[in-house]
């Protein structure tokens, strides 16, 4: 199995700057992808960023060019650096991941993290 732990949210006010960072362990030959997701009251929840394994990500409109996804491989960890936030940037993220967990199995499985509130005030 593949656990995710998340880290990094909280209160920050309108223009401010948060780190997430969320770490996989267990079973895990390869992420095939991993980043975050958020959902607000009332919304569905949207992707933010992603990361693949080879490197390429992937931004939502309302996130590109203030939030910055990355990775230390070594650690299976992934970080979202969140510059200038705004209140519509308020929702509990979800970390996600998708992962092969065994050579011998060319199955993948996906995996949630607990999710972390952020609040951004005006």
């Known amino acids: 199995q593949v656990q995710l732990v998340e880290s990094g949210g909280g209160l920050v006010q309108a223009g401010g700057s948060l780190r997430l960072s969320c770490a996989a362990s267990?079973?895990?030959?390869?992420?095939?992808?991993m980043g975050w997701y958020r959902q607000a009251p009332g919304k569905q929840r949207e992707l933010v960023a992603t990361?693949?394994?080879?490197?390429?990500?992937n931004y939502a409109d309302s996130v590109k060019g203030r939030f910055t996804i990355s990775r230390d491989n070594a650690k299976n960890t992934r970080y979202l650096q969140m510059n200038s936030l705004k209140p519509e940037d308020t929702a509990v993220y979800y970390c996600?991941?998708?992962?092969?967990?065994?050579?011998?199995?060319?199955?993948?499985?996906?995996?949630w993290g607990q999710g972390t509130q952020v609040t951004v005030s005006s």
């Open positions: 990361i693949t394994d080879g490197g390429s990500t």
């Open positions: 267990g079973s895990i030959f390869r992420i095939n992808v």
């Open positions: 996600y991941c998708n992962a092969r967990q065994a050579v011998w199995n060319s199955a993948t499985s996906d995996t």
